[in-house]
């Protein structure tokens, strides 16, 4: 009988664990926090990605608008890397598992991958 009740709390305890695990994966995949409602263009970006690194460099010499445009690294932000997971899919644009960043999400879900479709597509939006 003690080997019985033994199992049974194992049995219970990993229950719990795995119930608890799924609640808290099942939270982090909300879309992201600092995600405005009414954003309309998201650039998503790693920090140390050579591509993204060329889409940085355009930003920082324009002085065209920017308030649509919102910015998400996702290589240290486990949110944005959810958000962009969750976005990249919407647009088909996930081949063999696998992302291309940088990435320009506009809405409803039209996705522009690569450093220079990317920058092609900022300076059509006028950001130049």
């Given at each position: 009988m ?32 600092n ?30 608008k ?41 809405s ?21």
């Amino acid at each position: 009988m003690n080997t019985k009740r033994k199992i049974i709390v194992s049995l219970i305890v990993a229950a719990l664990i795995v119930v608890v695990g799924a609640l808290y994966f099942i939270k982090d995949y909300q879309p992201s926090v600092n995600s405005q409602p009414n954003s309309k263009v998201i650039l998503f970006y790693g920090i140390g990605c050579p591509h993204c690194d060329k889409v940085e460099d355009f930003l920082r010499k324009t002085k065209g608008k920017r308030e649509p445009l919102i910015k998400k690294e996702v290589y240290y932000d486990r949110v944005n890397a959810r958000d962009l997971v969750i976005k990249a899919k919407r647009c088909g644009v996930v081949h063999n598992g696998m992302i291309a960043i940088p990435l320009l999400w506009e809405s409803p879900n039209k996705c522009t991958t690569g450093d220079a479709p990317v920058v092609k597509r900022l300076k059509e939006l006028g950001i130049k």
